[in-house]
């Protein structure tokens, strides 16, 4: 008897399915073939808190947000690719305020181009991801896109990631939505990205961080 149940385990064990191996973020995630151009806006933000974002996108070079129709942030990248310049434009103060990455990466903010320009954290420690499907209560997307789980820890993500823009239409932990694209277009004006800060107080950040 002891050796029936010792052969029933065993054959269960074989018989039961493997989990799939996570797939990696950067492949699924992936910004190749993406719009040159892009300018989309987006809802983000849980209960009251829901604050509404546009982007423009010109490549990989330079890309404005704009939060709430009040604060502008700039983005330009450096000849080498990686580093980029902030500038911050805030409406209400009139400010304007210039950050490099290195300095924003002293102050504790590693916020990446990829992040600015697609509203998606590359996870920072394990992560398992793979495909998923659509949580209960979570809002029609606004286009065709395909569903993912990223679980991080205790923590898992619903991604609803559009092929055709390399963008997340919807981004939901649970039921409601905490980033939901509404609309999307491939044209960008170059008057895009044109500061406005005629009478605004400049500051440079970087002089105050950068070590003497």
Not at 155 to 168: G, K, M
């Amino acid at each position: 008897m002891r050796l029936y149940l010792l052969l029933a385990a065993v054959a269960l064990t074989a018989a039961a399915p493997h989990p799939a191996p996570s797939q990696k973020f950067e492949t699924v995630f992936a910004t190749g073939g993406e719009p040159a151009m892009l300018h989309f806006h987006t809802d983000y933000g849980t209960g009251l808190a829901v604050h509404h974002l546009e982007v423009w996108r010109d490549r990989d070079k330079q890309l404005k947000r704009v939060t709430d129709g009040l604060v502008e942030t700039y983005v330009a990248h450096a000849a080498d690719g990686i580093d980029f310049r902030m500038i911050i434009v805030d409406n209400r103060k009139r400010i304007v305020t210039t950050i490099d990455r290195a300095n924003l990466y002293r102050l504790g903010n590693f916020t990446d181009w990829f992040d600015l320009g697609h509203g998606l954290r590359h996870p920072k420690g394990a992560y398992m991801l793979g495909p998923g499907k659509a949580p209960a209560g979570a809002p029609k997307p606004f286009a065709a896109c395909r569903w993912y789980d990223l679980v991080e820890g205790q923590r898992t993500t619903r991604i609803c990631w559009s092929t055709e823009y390399h963008l997340p239409l919807v981004i939901a932990p649970g039921g409601g939505a905490i980033w939901r694209v509404t609309s999307i277009d491939t044209v960008v004006p170059k008057t895009a990205f044109r500061i406005v800060d005629k009478g605004y107080v400049r500051m440079n950040a970087n002089r105050d961080i950068e070590p003497d």
